[in-house]
């Protein structure tokens, strides 16, 4: 089992920047690959990013492609979402979530999910 807990979301202004972060507990965290999706008000989740355990690679879903970083600390047990350039469409709750590291880094089979941060981005 994974738990995971979000913070970091809030009310920023279009063009700014916010940081998540995920803490999670329960199983070594470098044998997780993490993650996060979103979902918009009224649409479906949707995948956002990914890191490998190792931090060594990740991936990105292409609407947030260059203004997204993903990154872990190991050490804290922490994976991070650095959210820059944001747009009114980047509002959604944003959720953490986790898997076991094998194979490529992709969007699928996440079995581990946190609560959820919500995000709102004025125009």
């Known amino acids: 089992q994974v738990q995971l807990v979000e913070s970091g979301g809030g009310l920023v202004q279009d063009g700014g920047s916010l940081r998540l972060s995920c803490a999670a507990s329960g199983r070594p965290f470098t044998t997780n690959a993490m993650g996060w999706f979103r979902q918009p008000p009224g649409k479906e989740r949707e995948f956002v990013a990914a890191?490998?355990?190792?931090?060594?690679?990740?991936l990105y879903a292409d609407s947030v492609k260059g203004r997204f970083i993903i990154s872990r600390d190991n050490a804290k047990s922490t994976v991070y979402l650095q959210m820059n350039s944001l747009k009114p469409e980047d509002t959604a709750v944003y959720y953490c979530?986790?898997?076991?590291?094998?194979?490529?880094?992709?969007?699928?089979?996440?079995?581990?999910w946190g609560q959820g941060t919500q995000v709102t981005v004025s125009s």
């Open positions: 890191i490998t355990g190792s931090g060594g690679s990740t």
């Open positions: 979530v986790a898997k076991w590291d094998y194979g490529p880094i992709n969007a699928e089979r996440y079995m581990y």
